[in-house]
């Protein structure tokens, strides 16, 4: 069956620092891979899809990478804040099938 | 442009007794998801539609769980008899394009 893992549970940087964050998933071969931040509380909110011919995708301070022979994405925050705090899920989709989300990452960003 | 509506926002029933979840989605949006999601986990599916037919149920347990979308715009998802292990967060999101947006979510609580 498919399966996502995301690198740890629970991340702490220093503010400033840049925040990576591993989504590596098995049995899937994703047509897209997207990334949604949570607060608590509160619904997933959509930040950065790539496509499985894209390598890197940008957004103002935040970059996703996707190696499909890895079968694995990077997420980065650069220059983070602690209102970057927040759990990231990644999630995989075959043409909006098969939607899997990841357990997520715990971020919080120390001042 | 108004979100992903969803009522209640909370709900407290003992085990045993049903409950019902309702969904408003993003105008135009045809694909409405229901997801549960239990407490330091990621979202696990429990039923996509395309406008008004299911494209996916293979996760949602028929036996309690059932889910309908009328006209092929609002969405309700009801649990009957509920179960202790049902205590989590139901989260409806739509999509049009692929990154899906997510309503507050519904938190039941079960005694």
């Known amino acids: 069956s498919q399966k996502i893992e995301q690198n740890s549970e629970a991340l702490n940087i220093q503010e400033g620092k840049t925040a990576t964050l591993t989504c590596n998933y098995t049995n899937y071969s994703p047509a897209y891979l997207q990334w949604y931040r949570q607060d608590p509380g509160r619904g997933p909110v959509f930040l950065l899809l790539?496509?499985?011919?894209?390598k890197e995708k940008r957004k103002e301070r935040l970059k996703v990478t996707f190696d499909t022979t890895l079968k694995q994405s990077l997420f980065h925050i650069t220059a983070s804040q602690p209102a970057d705090s927040a759990t990231y899920l990644c999630a995989l989709d075959d043409y909006g099938q098969n939607f899997v989300f990841g357990p997520g990452t715990r971020l919080s960003v120390l001042p | 442009e108004a979100g992903v509506a969803q009522s209640p926002r909370y709900k407290i029933i003992e085990k045993r007794q049903s409950v019902a979840f309702w969904c408003n989605p993003i105008s135009g949006h045809a694909t409405l998801y229901w997801y549960q999601q239990i407490l330091g986990q990621g979202p696990k599916l429990l039923i996509q539609?395309?406008?008004?037919?299911?494209?996916?149920d293979s996760q949602l347990p028929k036996d309690r769980f059932s889910a309908e979308r009328l006209k092929g715009v609002d969405s309700t998802l009801k649990i009957q008899p509920a179960k202790l292990e049902d205590s989590a967060v139901y989260l409806c999101?739509?999509?049009?394009?692929?990154?899906?947006?997510f309503g507050e979510g519904s938190r039941l609580t079960v005694l």
């Open positions: 790539i496509r499985e011919n894209e």
């Open positions: 999101a739509s999509s049009y394009t692929g990154e899906l947006f």
């Open positions: 539609f395309q406008n008004n037919g299911v494209v996916d």
